[in-house]
């Protein structure tokens, strides 16, 4: 037996090829003599066809599962913008709170997922979205205090289709019905431009003035030939809707914006300034109207904490000191309503959305007034 397998080792190729050949030809000889033999063979053959019809079926299901299994288990680019988009039926902090009849609410958050104008990087058309996802993760609590007791209402997404005009109507009629139910409005973005329907609404209602956080001033008529450019927001509202307003953390400034500045005697503190000098103890000027709005562009903060932006740059404000000055901002003073745009998630970048959620929970609890019947009325 031994000596047989060795053997069938040791034998050479052309030996074993004659063996084959000649078996087969010994084969034809047997078929032909017997014909049950064939058919068996022939059913044979059939069958081992089939199953391996199956195993190559098989083989195609297994693949096909194991790529469902990925797609839905592990998270890639892919599946986050699916989740982005599903977040359009969703609402801020949805898994602490249940949507809050808009009349009831002390906060209208709006999501206008707007990209137009775009200078640098794209992405802002998934800031709300993004945004809202984060908002899951947020404790129920910040710092104490829990907005979402007040109630939370989160408005349909803005549709962003049209020119700037009609989708800054649509901002402006949204906003308004916030202020008919006494309610915060609280806009997300977005780019920037979505800022100048909230303020076109809010500014009708009172004397209002406006605290900007950003890397940069948007202070141009027009930018590329466009009056409704991200970089033109406050021209917009200073120039055109008279409104008085504080800068932060500005550390890009072009020269006509600068002499723009000048001209309209509007009120900063520079990033280098906030850098060199620290807070300043009293932000806004004495005369600065008690009504606020807040425009947060979250390039304001620093890249490295808010990298998911469409035009970061070094030297912005940090966590900390961001919440002190929106604080101090808010001394005294009553919230009537505040914007956190240009967020432009980068996927797998969670803390950036994340940052982003937390500054829309904090400037929730700011602009919230401690009365038994939690937010008191914005008129
Ligand atoms: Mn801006």
Redesign the pocket.
């Known amino acids: 037996m031994i000596r047989r397998r060795f053997n069938f080792f040791v034998r050479p190729l052309p030996d074993i090829l004659k063996n084959v050949a000649g078996s087969k030809k010994n084969l034809t000889r047997r078929f032909a003599r017997n014909k049950n033999l064939l058919n068996k063979f022939k059913k044979l053959s059939i069958k081992t066809a089939w199953h391996e019809i199956c195993y190559i079926h098989n083989t195609f299901l297994f693949l096909l599962i194991a790529s469902f299994i990925k797609a839905v288990w592990f998270p890639h680019p892919g599946r986050f913008f699916t989740q982005v988009e599903q977040m359009e039926h969703a609402h801020f902090l949805d898994l602490e709170y249940p949507q809050a009849p808009p009349e009831r609410a002390a906060f209208h958050v709006i999501p206008v997922p707007l990209e137009r104008s775009v200078s640098y990087g794209g992405g802002a058309a998934n800031g709300p979205a993004a945004l809202l996802l984060a908002s899951r993760q947020l404790e129920a609590a910040e710092n104490g205090l829990a907005p979402g007791e007040s109630g939370f209402y989160t408005a349909p997404f803005v549709r962003c289709e049209g020119d700037a005009e009609a989708v800054l109507a649509q901002v402006e009629s949204m906003v308004a019905r916030a202020v008919d139910c006494r309610a915060c409005p609280v806009l997300i973005g977005g780019?920037?431009t979505v800022s100048l329907g909230a303020l076109r609404a809010l500014a009708r209602c009172g004397e209002i003035g406006i605290v900007?956080i950003?890397?940069?001033a948007?202070l141009r008529p027009e930018y590329g030939g466009d009056p409704f450019s991200?970089?033109c927001?406050?021209y917009r509202a200073v120039n055109d809707l008279k409104l008085p307003l504080v800068q932060f953390a500005v550390r890009e400034l072009s020269r006509e914006e600068s002499a723009i500045r000048r001209k309209l005697r509007i009120r900063h503190y520079d990033a280098a300034v906030l850098a060199r000098g620290g807070l300043p103890s009293d932000p806004l000027p004495q005369d600065f109207p008690r009504r606020v709005y807040i425009?947060f562009?979250l390039?304001?903060l620093d890249p490295s904490l808010m990298p998911a932006t469409g035009?970061p740059s070094p030297g912005g404000l940090f966590w900390h000191d961001t919440v002190e000055l929106l604080r101090r901002c808010a001394l005294g003073r009553e919230i009537v309503g505040f914007d956190v745009?240009?967020l432009a998630p980068v996927p797998g970048l969670r803390h950036a959305d994340f940052t982003a959620a937390k500054l829309v929970h904090v400037l929730m609890t700011l602009a919230l007034r401690p009365t038994a019947g939690g937010r008191q009325s914005n008129s």
Do not use: I, N, R, T
């Open positions: 780019e920037h900007q950003d890397a940069h948007d991200h970089a927001v406050m425009s562009d390039d304001g035009a745009v240009e």
